[in-house]
């Protein structure tokens, strides 16, 4: 049997398959809520530090036995100082779920302007200055990785119900 996505919900023999699911769901869904609203408090009380880009980049991530081709990062390292400290830096944005994109030109095009030996703007949440960035805005990787994680929550529940209702 397959949901309307065509995904297979009938795999989970065992109710232990169907928890599994569950807990996974539950705590990818935990986690992208809280990177969103960590990120959306990190950009509501960033401050600038002048940074010097050291390093710049795009890498292909491919996920494992993925067959829809590989996706791309944007890399960058910069240093920048702080209330007397020196950091290092490499953070595009203040979540830690990045956005992947699907072309190296894309991922590009996010680095576009930041070229190795540019001073530029960071930002930094005061109360972690070792954890800066270099766009001061919000992004939806955290709300995807929860929605990643929802799906997960609801092949497992379905799993467990099926389960359930089979035992009687």
């Known amino acids: 049997m397959s949901d309307g996505f065509n995904l297979p919900i ?3 023999d065992t109710l232990r398959g169907a928890v599994i699911l569950l807990v996974i769901g539950l705590a990818a869904t935990g986690f992208g809520a809280y990177d969103y609203i ?3 408090d990190t950009v509501a009380n960033s401050v600038e530090v002048n940074a010097e880009i050291t ?5 292909e991530a ?16 910069f240093t920048y100082n702080y209330e007397g400290t020196s950091y290092t830096g490499t953070n595009v944005f203040p979540a830690e779920t990045s956005p992947d994109y699907d072309t190296r030109s894309e991922a590009r095009s996010v680095i ?7 001073t530029v703007t960071a930002y930094i949440d005061p109360d972690e200055p070792d954890n800066a960035f270099l766009k001061n ?21 379905v ?10």
Do not use: C, W
């Not at 576009?112 to 540019?118: I, K, N």
């Not at 799993?159 to 009687?168: E, V």
């Open 10 to 12: 009938d795999g989970l």
């Open 38 to 40: 960590q990120q959306s």
């Open 55 to 59: 390093e710049t980049g795009v890498v």
């Open 62 to 77: 491919s996920s494992p036995g993925s067959s829809l081709g590989a996706d791309h990062k944007p890399t960058v390292r």
């Open 112 to 118: 576009d302007g930041y070229e190795t030996g540019d």
């Open 137 to 157: 805005q919000t992004t939806n990787a955290p709300l995807l990785f929860a929605g990643v994680g929802m799906l997960f929550i609801i092949i497992g529940f």
């Open 159 to 168: 799993s467990s119900i099926k389960l359930y209702r089979s035992a009687d």
